[in-house]
């Protein structure tokens, strides 16, 4: 290799940041973008059309980076109060990394009806979706939670654990008391008057409302978890590896515990409220995507996926085994093979769903009268984070573990 040759992987391993990555890759956002609609992924991952943020993403983002910087803090200190005085510092760092989210509170923002609404994810497949059944709620999860609800609302304990306490392993307790949600109103109207080149009319209500809203989030969070009782082995990891000799699959997990003896439990936090259990799937396809390439990596099956909705304060654990996950990565290798032949035929179709109404590029979709633009020339490029999920949005800086 020339010096001025770009790094490659070795083989059987998974390229790092700068690094170039001859073969396919998937992230779960992709992959579920190409099974939603091949078009959506063609103008998501080659023509790279951009999309306006939502402020639900906007705010995800900030309470992803709060529930991060709650844990660095010692853990009698990680209280809902203390989680509500880190909601102004985490959101003047967005706006540092990304100024162009200032934008989203300079006019009002349109919220569809509930009539109109789509539903909160779609289906990734009935590898994903039949699966949910498995699954338990947390006794304390109200039993609307979905399928996992339904089928086992008192589940033995034993398919859950802690991160690492030196304790035995048992599942997470809520919090005692949640004031999160005052605590943020409370602070709102003074973080927004502190917040810089923010001085149109009405935009400081807004950012009001919005900065609430998080804390709305945070309560809900303090209600089914006791952050005091948790001590994550990572957060907002990177992980990827190589399937099938040629397959990069990659994400950011939220949160890995591990307990004593040495079981990982996966934890994703979810802005939304909890999707309806035919829309479930698509939240276990991400998490199975992480699990795979834990194990794959580590030699370890996660014994426990974990979703936590915060909006709606519930639990949704599912217990994976390794069968099925050879079975789901079979899943990835032929969703990805599908994807390089449409790549190889410039041939994306739409497919039209209820969620087309929240498309951003609906101008450029013959289900809309529109034309896609030229189908662009490719062009190797260095293997770059993952994109974010739906309830997030990509800074420009990656995030670090």
Not at 94 to 117: D, H, I, M, Y
Not at 169 to 189: C, D, F, K, L, Y
Not at 260 to 284: C, H, I, M, S
């Amino acid at each position: 290799m020339s010096p001025s040759a770009d790094p490659q992987p070795q083989p059987g391993s998974a390229p790092g940041r700068g690094e170039r990555h001859a073969g396919p890759s998937l992230s779960p956002s992709r992959a579920a973008d190409f099974k939603t609609c091949p078009l959506l992924f063609r103008f998501r991952t080659i023509d790279r059309l951009p999309e306006k943020p939502t402020p639900d993403q906007v705010r995800g983002t900030l309470v992803h980076a709060v529930l991060e910087s709650l844990f660095d803090l010692p853990a009698a200190e990680r209280t809902p109060a203390a989680a509500a005085a880190l909601v102004a510092p985490s959101w003047a760092r967005l706006l540092e990394q990304e100024p162009a989210l200032e934008a989203l509170f300079a006019e009002a923002v349109a919220t569809p009806s509930p009539a109109a609404s789509p539903p909160a994810a779609t289906t990734a497949g009935p590898q994903a979706a039949g699966a949910v059944s498995a699954g338990s709620v947390s006794a304390g999860a109200p039993a609307s939670a979905g399928p996992a609800a339904a089928s086992s609302p008192d589940a033995p304990e034993a398919d859950a654990v802690t991160a690492r306490t030196g304790e035995t392993i048992e599942p997470s307790a809520p919090a005692t008391t949640v004031p999160v949600a005052e605590a943020g109103g409370a602070r709102s109207a003074a973080v927004a008057d502190t917040l810089p080149g923010l001085e149109a009319a009405g935009e400081a209500e807004r950012i009001a409302a919005f900065l609430a809203g998080a804390g709305d989030l945070l309560a809900g969070y303090f209600a089914v978890e006791d952050p005091q009782r948790l001590e994550p082995a990572e957060r907002e990891s990177l992980v990827s590896t190589l399937v099938d000799d040629e397959l990069l699959i990659r994400g950011y997990i939220d949160r890995l515990d591990i307990s004593p003896a040495g079981d990982l439990r996966v934890v994703d936090y979810k802005t939304g409220g909890a999707p309806r259990e035919a829309f479930e799937g698509r939240a276990l396809f991400q998490l199975k995507f992480y699990a795979l390439v834990l194990w794959r990596t580590r030699g370890v099956v996660p014994r426990v996926l974990r979703l936590l909705y915060l909006k709606d304060a519930e639990i949704c654990d599912y217990s994976p085994d390794a069968a099925e996950l050879e079975r789901f990565e079979r899943t990835l290798v032929a969703l990805s093979q599908a994807i390089e032949r449409a790549k190889q035929d410039k041939d994306f179709r739409p497919k039209p769903s209820k969620l087309c109404g929240w498309c951003s590029h609906q101008a450029f979709c013959p289900e809309f009268g529109g034309t896609p633009p030229p189908y662009p020339d490719p062009q190797p490029e260095a293997v770059a984070p993952p994109e974010a999920e739906d309830d997030t949005i990509t800074l420009p800086v990656p995030r670090q573990s």
